[in-house]
Every structure is written in C-alpha cells, then in structure tokens.
C-alpha cells in the first residue's frame, strides 16, 4: 500500500528522474562528499546502513535465539537513531519536512508497538511491524536518497 502511494506521489517527477538518471555512471563512492555533510546525515546514514545490515542478517536467521533478540535491540536503536535524526533533515522540500518524513513518523510509533508484540509473543504483529519497517523505512526511502540530485546519488553516480 505504502509503494503504491509513493509511486503516485513520484509519478510527477518521473520524467525528470529518467532524464537525470540517464546522465549517471557508477563509480568509485565520493566519500568527501559525505564527510563534508552535517553531522546529523552522517549520523542518520550511519545508523541507517547499520539497521540494513543487521535488519538483512535478522531476516535470514533463525529466529527467537540469543542473537535475534540481542540484534534486534541494536537494530530498534540503530532504527530510532534513523528516524529521529530525520526530523533534522529537510530540503527534498526547501526547508521543511517532505512525505518522506510521514515514514520516520511511523517509525517512531511502531517501533515500540513491535517490541511490545514481541514481549507478549505475538510473533505475527511483530514480524509485520518489522518487516513493514525494514521494507518500507530502510529500502523504500532509502532508496529514494538515490533520486538523482540528492546526496547518495552525488556520492555514487554523478
């Protein structure tokens, strides 16, 4: 349901994201271009790229062992750190928060919702609440950094 929003909500812009996208190349990752950011992008993208690789290892392991619960407090913080950090970042929309920002508000409160699914052994609530966040806060407005012009796109393409 979320894709197909934020599809709608692109669908403006398709045009001149095709266009800008077929001017870039792969190459060698800009990583100036990241150190000179704020230290809140920093600090969001570090967390963000900390919840995908923990997020991907929980998915594909065994689940309700020692490590699946001890990752999965490091991912709820790793998660908290990229949504409250997201407030801070504006300019997709000048300078005030964007659709984008309407993910980090969810984030915010299903977060705690999960953990409490997961507590009272509702393992159904609690995977979907997990997998909702990790498919649509990590992959779905992570990839959206990748919109040409933006940061992460100027650190790998442009």
Request: a positive charge.
């Amino acid at each position: 349901m979320a894709a197909v929003g934020l599809a709608v909500a692109l669908l403006p812009l398709a045009g001149g994201i095709v266009r800008a996208a077929s001017g870039g190349r792969l190459r060698a990752p800009d990583w100036g271009l990241l150190a000179a950011q704020p230290l809140v992008i920093q600090l969001h993208l570090a967390a963000a790229a900390l919840a995908l690789v923990i997020g991907a290892m929980l998915m594909l392991m065994r689940k309700g062992v020692t490590f699946h619960r001890r990752a999965g407090w490091v991912w709820v913080g790793a998660m908290s750190i990229v949504a409250g950090s997201s407030i801070f970042i504006t300019g997709v929309n000048g300078d005030h928060w964007s659709f984008i920002h309407m993910i980090s508000g969810w984030t915010l409160i299903t977060l705690p919702l999960a953990v409490i699914a997961a507590r009272r052994h509702n393992v159904k609530q609690h995977r979907r609440f997990m997998m909702g966040m990790f498919y649509g806060g990590l992959i779905i407005a992570g990839g959206l950094t990748f919109i040409p012009g933006r940061t992460m796109w100027n650190v790998f393409f442009a």
